[in-house]
């Protein structure tokens, strides 16, 4: 289920890149978690692919769905911010126009 996140996360975050080099890199990010999504399905005895297409989910999202599903504590604040909660408010929750 997390590597079904994580390229739920790279989809959703390829939409807020504007340099090239980075949006390559995402890209090339992204297409290596579909195939770590797709071979855990299998040993799960799930669907490989799902879909033809994942849906992306916005940053914001993918950061509560990280702290209500796999994250419950943690010991230190999250990089310059002083809690989940302040990170995931200074995410995108939406595409940027």
Known sequence: MLD????KAYDGAIA???????LTAGATIAAVE?????YL????????FPAAFDMPVWPRRIC????????TSAPRP???YKS???LCMRLP???TP
Do not use: D, K, M
Not at 4 to 7: A, E, P
Not at 34 to 38: E, G, M, Q, V, Y
């Open 93 to 95: 929750g939406r595409p």
């Open 64 to 71: 509560e769905t990280v702290r209500e599903a796999f994250i």
């Open 41 to 48: 399905n299998l040993l799960n005895r799930t669907l490989q």
């Open 16 to 22: 807020h890149i504007f340099a090239a080099a980075y």
């Open 78 to 80: 999250c990089g310059p």
């Open 84 to 86: 989940r909660e302040a």
């Open 4 to 7: 079904n996140t994580g390229l």
């Open 34 to 38: 579909a195939r770590h999504a797709s």
